[in-house]
């Protein structure tokens, strides 16, 4: 089973940078999917960014250009780096994996417990 564990989030200024860190444990036999999602307060969660098997990458209209989501293997650990950000940015940001346990199996879903960010302007 994977358990994922989000850090990095915290307060900034409009204008500012964070590295958000999803830290994977447990194993898996594929990872069809990983990526990150936000949800702000009386909002339901929206996805920001995603990695597909393969490498390909897609993100949501309103954070293209400013926000990257990438992966190292070595460390199990996926990140998002998010700059020029904005107080509409302001959300619980979770990480999430969608993955086989073996060959055989189903896919899973799995989710971080969050990481809040706030912008302020």
């Known amino acids: 089973q994977v358990q994922l564990v989000e850090s990095g989030g915290g307060l900034v200024q409009a204008g500012g940078s964070l590295r958000l860190s999803c830290a994977a444990s447990?194993?898996?036999?594929?990872?069809?999917?990983m990526g990150w999602y936000r949800q702000a307060p009386g909002k339901q969660r929206e996805p920001v960014a995603h990695i597909i098997s393969g490498g390909t990458t897609n993100y949501a209209d309103s954070v293209k250009g400013r926000f990257t989501i990438s992966r190292d293997n070595a460390k199990n650990t996926m990140y998002l780096q998010m700059n020029s950000l904005k107080p509409e940015d302001t959300a619980v940001y979770y990480c999430?994996?969608?993955?086989?346990?073996?060959?055989?199996?189903?896919?899973?879903?799995?989710w971080g417990r969050g990481t809040q960010v706030t912008v302020s302007s």
């Open positions: 447990g194993t898996a036999f594929s990872v069809n999917t």
């Open positions: 999430h994996w969608r993955y086989k346990s073996t060959r055989w199996s189903d896919e899973y879903d799995t």
